[in-house]
């Protein structure tokens, strides 16, 4: 039982660091319609930078709010050099997120190299829980703990605040919105940023538990995106619900089934987009 | 062999609460040419598709030439024989005229229509009922065009012409001539006029005069059910008919 | 007044300038290196599976970034096929036809429901799965290894050479990319198009749709699986990395740097993104960051691709002479794959 408590626990952390990611997504790629697939490399951009700031200073705080400006920083410009030409057109967002990822992947490989690392657990979480024979580390429940806040926190934005109906405005019909005194721009500017932000967060955090590699943001990238479509784009709740279980779904295949578990992961979740595209909560938007 | 092209029974839909046709039952024989009218959200358009076969009825049932059809998609029934139009032109913009046109032909023919192995163009018969379309509607001259650097009037045309090139029974015309400028609109009304005679039509309009003047039968609809049907002249006279329009117009002006 | 129209004249040259191309292209190991060579061997088969994809991107309007799966597909059946076990070459050509078009069809049934970024997912979703199988099932694929020692030799009848092997690869390529041109000018190719411009017209004149939509996939994991044999035969190698998702994103680039809307399209994309790697790759290992910015570059201020602009040139050029204006319409043939697809 003890095990299978384990298992079930890891799974609900990885959720959780997916969800952490996912939950930029929901903000760019189910509020906003844009297809960000350079999500992932700000996911990597956040883990390198802390990792960079925290060996010079030895300052975690400190370290993560560098990463988590300086990613953003760079997101903004990109938003406004680049991607907000493409407004509402899904195939050149797409190919230029694509391109933006490939750019910093082969940038912070040639800074960085391409052996793996990990940055720090956050100080003060770096205990375990001890049950009779059963352990299980502060920092991965930190995060499942985490991921309820953000969810949370994101829920009251959207539903409690005019936040998510102005962006949505703005996406549906840009001229009403435009009219009625939106200001579309920068609405698109900080939407982005914000989901920027969370990426780079769930770099460092989410970093601590996965690691950074070259190569491995687009493998987290890819079960952001399926939890993002499978909870319902711009479905916060959903994703969370989606995310915890592909969560489970890839530490019990990989327990269950260790040479099917990549396969175990990604079928059922084609099928279940050819069966349901909309995902699960797609219906009820904005909650 | 039925004496109706068209025939409904109870034929009643529902979107979730709301009733957009509610227990019609609609007789067209063939070779008549029909009239649906009606104001705004009277049904007219949802009893078109519950004929093209876009929409599936909550209960009732079609009957197309005899034949039950009401749980048969767009395609099966288009081989049944039936050719529509979309008020909406929906031509294919990015090929020219002339493979609109061939397309449209091959698509009655399942032995061309599902060939990958043989050009498009090299099928005799296609091309020469292709010829004979593009010269008989005028178009030869732009038959090298696409669809979208024609005249909207053309399009509309157009659009005639691939829904009954594959020599169908029944033709459905979803407002042929809106959107269309007046001059267009008259040679228009000609084309349908001159269509032959055995060939049904059913069409959905919101000019009055064009339909007064195409169809031998009218048929009013007023929020989901059939008002009335009559030849033009009684219909133009019925008080019933003139309320449900008045009483719109003044909607509308208002 | 000349008997030789302007329009007559250019179609004169620029058969007279592709068939020159084209003799270029077979004579090129009498003047040009083996690296060239091998190159050049490159471009081909990445030009027949830039073809292949897109009979389902451009034509069929449908974002796939699973093709890979395809492609991989090929390989792996010539590697495990040859090096493991002792299959016969005419029958991994078979086999990778076969096999491609039934993996294909299954994608084409997935998507059915799909449009633009779903379609876009769950190719990568059944991508990923083959790649996860590739990666771990290490009894049959040797995972992260991959299998190395694939025969060039198996291809070529009568002596390999470098040369005859670059010529197999062409006459291969040649045949298969003839196969796709073939079906695209055929009814159902044309409907494939159609199917992407109206669906809604198109099953009122009769067709089942669904039919085609599965059609486009099925020929196109066929020809593709083709490309992939032929990519492993070419390095001697199959791994996870012909399977992965970056490969699906670079046929996608060959089909938009090159045209979408146009036939030759992802052959002038391969020709040109390969040729630019290569020079790149002469003076930085920084190759991806470059590849990178012409991801960016391409969509940001050539959306239609290499093709598309000599096509804009060239109803410009018609238009000049003929006195009056006629709308670039190329523009409108990227639109309908660049534009808003349906989010919903």
Do not use: C
Request: aromatic share 10%; no cysteine.
């Amino acid at each position: 039982m003890g095990s299978v408590l384990g298992h079930v626990l890891n799974g609900l952390s990885f959720g959780s660091v997916l969800f952490l990611l996912a939950s930029g997504l929901t903000l760019t790629f189910g509020l906003m319609r844009t297809v960000n697939l350079a999500h992932g490399a700000f996911f990597a951009l956040g883990g390198y930078i802390a990792l960079d700031v925290l060996r010079r200073t030895d300052r975690y705080w400190f370290s993560l709010l560098v990463a988590i400006i300086a990613a953003t920083v760079v997101g903004v410009l990109f938003e406004r050099l680049a991607l907000h030409r493409v407004l509402g057109k899904e195939l050149p967002q797409i190919i230029i997120t694509v391109g933006f990822a490939f750019l910093i992947a082969d940038l912070l490989l040639a800074y960085y190299g391409g052996r793996p690392q990990s940055p720090p657990r956050p100080p003060g979480l770096d205990g375990v829980l001890r049950l009779e024979n059963f352990a299980f580390p502060h920092f991965r429940l930190a995060l499942i703990v985490l991921a309820v806040v953000v969810w949370l926190g994101l829920h009251l934005l959207i539903t409690k605040t005019k936040v998510g109906a102005m962006v949505r405005a703005s996406v549906d019909d840009e001229p009403i919105a435009r009219s009625v005194g939106v200001k579309v721009p920068v609405i698109f500017v900080t939407v982005f940023g914000a989901g920027t932000a969370l990426a780079a967060f769930a770099g460092v955090w989410g970093g601590a538990f996965t690691g950074l590699q070259p190569g491995s943001e687009w493998q987290i990238l890819l079960l952001a995106l399926v939890v993002v479509v499978v909870g319902g784009l711009g479905s916060v709740g959903g994703a969370l619900i989606a995310a915890l279980a592909v969560g489970l779904l890839d530490e019990f295949g990989k327990w269950l089934f260790p040479s099917f578990a990549l396969f175990t992961l990604y079928a059922p979740v084609a099928v279940l987009l050819a069966i349901r595209p909309q995902g699960f909560f797609g219906k009820e938007e904005l909650t | 062999m039925s004496e109706f092209a068209v025939e409904t029974e109870a034929l009643t839909v529902r979107f979730g609460g709301l009733t957009a046709v509610n227990a019609v039952d609609l007789q067209v024989p063939t070779g008549h040419r029909r009239a649906i009218i009606g104001p705004n959200g009277a049904g007219k358009t949802t009893m078109f598709n519950l004929i093209a076969g876009q929409v599936r009825p909550t209960s009732g049932t079609v009957k197309l030439h005899g034949q039950d059809v009401t749980s048969m998609p767009v395609q099966a029934r288009t081989r049944a024989g039936v050719a529509r139009t979309f008020q909406i032109t929906n031509l294919f913009d990015e090929l020219t005229v002339t493979d609109n046109v061939r397309l449209a032909v091959a698509g009655a023919d399942p032995k061309v229509r599902r060939t990958f192995w043989r050009p498009l163009h090299r099928f005799p018969h296609i091309e020469a009922r292709v010829d004979d379309l593009l010269e008989q509607w005028d178009l030869a001259d732009v038959r090298d065009e696409r669809p979208i650097e024609l005249s909207y009037g053309q399009q509309r045309i157009l659009e005639i012409v691939l829904a009954t090139a594959g020599e169908q029974r029944l033709l459905l015309l979803d407002e042929p001539t809106a959107g269309v400028s007046k001059r267009e609109a008259e040679n228009l009304v000609d084309t349908i006029d001159s269509l032959p005679r055995e060939l049904t039509i059913i069409l959905v309009e919101h000019d009055m005069d064009v339909a007064f003047r195409i169809a031998d039968e009218i048929t009013v609809m007023v929020n989901g059910e059939e008002l009335v049907t009559g030849p033009p002249d009684t219909i133009r006279g019925d008080d019933r008919v003139i309320e449900a329009y008045l009483g719109r117009d003044e909607h509308d002006a208002a | 007044m000349s008997a030789v129209t302007p329009e007559a004249r250019n179609r004169l040259l620029l058969r007279v300038a592709l068939l020159v191309l084209a003799i270029a292209v077979v004579a090129a190991p009498y003047f040009a290196s083996s690296f060239q060579i091998g190159v050049l061997s490159r471009i081909a088969v990445f030009a027949l599976f830039g073809l292949a994809f897109n009979i389902v991107f451009g034509a069929g309007g449908m974002p796939s970034l699973g093709h890979a799966a395809f492609f991989g597909l090929g390989g792996y059946i010539i590697g495990i096929g040859t090096v493991r076990l002792d299959v016969g070459i005419i029958t991994v050509f078979v086999l990778a036809l076969v096999l491609g078009a039934v993996l294909g069809a299954i994608v084409g049934v997935l998507t059915l429901r799909s449009h633009g970024v779903y379609v876009l997912l769950l190719t990568l979703a059944v991508a990923q799965a083959l790649w996860g199988l590739a990666f771990q099932q290490v009894r049959w694929t040797r995972g992260d290894n991959g299998i190395a020692g694939i025969e060039r030799g198996l291809i070529v009848p009568g002596e390999a050479t470098l040369v005859t092997f670059y010529w197999t690869i062409l006459a291969l390529v040649s045949i298969f990319g003839a196969l796709v041109w073939w079906f695209q000018r055929s009814p159902a190719g044309v409907a494939i198009v159609a199917h992407r411009e109206s669906a809604s017209r198109l099953a009122a004149l009769g067709y089942r749709v669904s039919a085609y939509r599965i059609g486009a996939f099925t020929v196109s994991g066929a020809v593709a699986a083709i490309a992939g044999v032929l990519y492993a035969t070419l390095n001697r190698f199959v791994g996870p990395e012909n399977l992965a998702w970056t490969m699906s994103a670079e046929v996608m680039l060959f089909a938009i740097v090159g045209g979408a809307a146009f036939f030759a399209g992802p052959i002038v994309g391969a020709a040109a993104l390969v040729t630019l790697e290569v020079w790149v790759s002469g003076f930085t290992d920084r190759w991806l960051a470059v590849l990178g910015l012409t991801y960016i570059l391409t969509m940001l201020f050539m959306p239609q691709g290499i093709l598309g602009l000599v096509d804009d040139r060239r109803r410009a050029w018609r238009a000049r002479r003929e006195g009056h204006e006629i709308a670039p319409t190329s523009a409108n043939a990227s639109d309908a794959l660049t534009g808003t697809g349906g989010m919903s």
